[in-house]
């Protein structure tokens, strides 16, 4: 019996699908660069107990399985393995109870981070983490890259706010992990060990996340620089005077003028960087907004002015949000046929070396022929250089490849990380080996086995 | 050759204990009720270095490495076993950097926490846990505990202020985890797996930690209420309203006789309970706590006063802290012989449920014919239920420990965990396997074997 048959005859009809039309649609995620395979048979779980059955019968055919929530992230994460079943978690989408007094939500990982943040305002509740495509993204997706996003910088990444997770084994056993209650600490933290584990090691079914209070009210300024290096210095000088903005963002040049392209609203293109800066502190939030102002003045700042009003602050976010769109709608645009593409890094160092990373960026740029734009949450010092590259010219990929490696080989240099936000999936599998080192890697390795001795779950990613 | 021979060849003179009345100080923690054994030698170690040499002579003699911090702990996880080599790091007690722009400290595992917060304080930062025992535990024994405290409720527990680490592993190779930047996800989170794990997984050798901005002067309020429930309710009233006050304590009748016995300072020991609680919200603080006071008055309190200056706030603080020392004190004179002691017990439970948790001691103190007091972090749904005995009369230790067993019986009944702060080391081995169950205690050890095969790190703690 072939893996297709044996999961149809396991599985309520229209779980899987095995039509080669459909299984094409679920090959990546939107990472560029990175080989993706074809899925054998797409299984689109209702409950635990189906991805516990699809996840058994898996293993009984040695056939590997990988998890795919919206397929929005940018590393590969989700790609397909040639011949695997693939799992599509985003039937499982509900919300399954708020509790407003413990703080906590449960939810299935297919619901929408943007359809969870809407359903807990609703209660008088916040869920923070946003990254950039929380309109779409899920929060078992979320869970299990550890998104970020523009909140980061005040409010933390996904995994402080995980209490407790359900997780499919590769034994088709269901794990319960963590707890419900503020505080806990009864034996090793498998919770955070399934976060951002990128399907490797189990499968999500159920996540209990901690809510907080409604955020206040927003103030928001933005900050024009001659030179990205100041508006690097100018975010160190913030954290150096103890300043928390709820949102430090970064535009470069290439940004802005794509925003602009992209969508015209008066933005400053001839500048060389923006900060976007904001802070919720309630009846301080003027206060610290000036003190972010002066320390942008004082950076080298040419102009800084804020908000005058929530439409104009809310268009200032909606600017940052589009950045994504509009620089591939520049890549595209940059070379004929249509294949202009992105390849979207994703570096963090430490803040105070900030302005020595965008420095770097365009030095590399320069050096390798290529255009990077760079934005990024300058608060948390993860920028997003997105390098320009002609797809259909081996030349300008190879140049786009090793300018690439330069700003990894740099993140490094400058005691940072080879990923802030985005994940090593297919990415960044080398990078990662050098970023832990040999005994790293070991242990990494050592726990992939401990609970995956057969490489079932994802295989090929992160390790 | 012994291993205390070969240690002692392997390391520094001087580094090597083996004399038996000194060997006799380094059997136990705090934790009452647990066995110790006697080590065959203690190990001083100065750097990483002389750690991994003590773990890799250990491991060529088969001896087991128990490693210890102050010894301040209360689950028995720092107790000796019989014939190991005890690691103590209390010597490695250096604060290597404090970086003010990311916000991050490095230190050594030896350094007590009220040293690291007043070092990080003076360079105009901060560094929130804060375990009862904050003066006189250390670092690195918070971390291996994931130690909590009173500022939780706001500010959250240890591991969340852990960016990475170094580790001797049970090979004796060094591995460092994590980063020194705001984010990063990197591969499994290695970091959070060993905080918490009581020294079962390696020994913490260095701890990258993160700091924050100095707290707002807070304002302190006392709800004094006639039953514990009410309380209760007014914690769960309290968190309903999206209130996040930086500290929330209740203190029973019983510790507020304790103290007032201990040091007189005009507590009303009349009350059945005082909740006391802060805000540290700047501007608001004020409006916070009076709908705080508010929420205690509907809820039952007969009296709530807000300290009118700083000195009796911290009087208030200080009587807190006092809980304990008062509560050993009134427990060894409750039975004749200086033979009275206490079981520390240590439960978290949903906010919601909190007042049926304290409800179901007072029937479990009923019941069994023990006194129980009550202590703790009332806005995390954790207590310390503490239980009274004579450690000369085995029925009242049966009866103590029957009233334990119904405490943790009664905590995960209530949706809770068997321990929120204190660490599950001898004392809570079984209700940990309870709590997460077969599956959950196979993956604990699969995971324990991956990085320790040999059993050699802490055998017996956790597991």
Redesign the interface.
Known sequence: MTIATALAAALPEGTVLTDPDLLAGYRRDEADLVPAGTPVAVVRPRSTAEVATAVRVAAGHGVPVVPQGARTGLAGAANAVEGCVVIAMTGMDRILAI??????AVVQPGVVNAVLAKAVAAE??RYPPDPGSWESCTIGGNVA??A?GMC??KY??T??YVLGLEVV?ATG?????G????????????T??F???EGT?GIITEVTVALR??AEAALTAVAVFPTTAAAGAAV?AI??E???PSLLELLDATHLAAIEAYRPMGLRTDARALLLAAAD????AADDLAAIAALCERSGADEVFAATDVTEAAALLEARRLAHPAMEKLALESFPGGNGGLIIDDV?????RLAELLDGVDRIAAEHGVAIGVVG?A????MHPNIVVDRADPASLERGRRAFDAIMRLGLDL??????????GLL?RE??AR???P??M???H??????DPANLLNPGK??
Chains 1, 2 share one sequence.
């Open positions: 509790d407003p007094v413990n703080r906590t008088g509740l890259t550890n970020g980061c910088v933390g990444v995994t402080e084994l056993e269901v794990l319960r992990t707890r419900r209650t503020a505080k806990g600490v009864a034996g090793y933290d498998l955070r060990l976060v951002g584990s090691l209070p409604p160190a954290a150096g103890g300043l928390s502190t309630g009846t301080r963090a160092v430490p803040r105070a949450h608060g948390d010092g993860n005691g940072g990380t080879c990923t802030g936000e985005h994940g090593v960044k990078w990662l970023e832990v080192g005994v790293g070991r242990v990494q050592a726990i992939k086995q401990a609970l992160i390790l």
